[in-house]
């Protein structure tokens, strides 16, 4: 059940994609990919302890449509209905990876590919959430956005 949400939630991002080009599509997931990458080259290390460390949300973060919040410790569903409000906003959020984390609700959001007060600009967002599932649960050192 909880695939198919995530399956759901996948196909609306990518459906809010279709009224731009596609060749601004390419080079938007391109930067998206390069920020990803970036962080993960520069800091491999670091995303290894923040999937493991237990991540706190800030629900009453100042929320601009512009710039990419701070998402790290919220569930998914508290990311989407952030996102839903944020009338304008000018990214959209998927989720990438999952690793097993028992001791925190399904779906907490652990890492994200662009840092927080990034300007948003057409940027996709993905992140890593946590799951109790070890089935479909990513290794901590495969961890990917």
């Known amino acids: 059940m909880k695939k198919l949400a995530y399956s759901l939630l996948l ?10 080009s596609n060749s601004d599509k390419k080079n938007e997931t391109r930067k998206s990919e390069n ?4 962080i ?14 237990t991540p706190k949300a ?16 919220m569930t998914m569903d ?5 996102k839903d409000s944020m009338k304008d ?3 959209v959020i998927s ?4 690793v097993y984390r028992a001791d925190l609700p399904e779906g907490t959001i652990l890492a994200q590919s662009v840092e927080p007060g990034t300007e948003g600009g057409g940027k996709w967002v993905t992140y890593i959430a946590s799951t109790q599932n070890q089935n479909i649960a990513t290794d901590v050192d495969k961890a990917k956005f």
């Open 78 to 82: 508290q990311a989407n209905t952030l």
């Open 11 to 20: 196909g609306v991002c990518l459906l809010s994609l279709v009224g731009c």
């Open 58 to 73: 800030d629900l009453n973060q100042k929320i601009d449509p512009k710039i990419v919040p701070n998402f790290v410790g």
């Open 95 to 98: 989720m990438s990876d999952s």
């Open 40 to 53: 993960l080259k520069d800091s491999k290390t670091d995303l290894k302890k923040q999937l493991a460390a």
């Open 89 to 91: 906003a000018s990214f």
């Open 35 to 38: 920020t990803a990458k970036s």
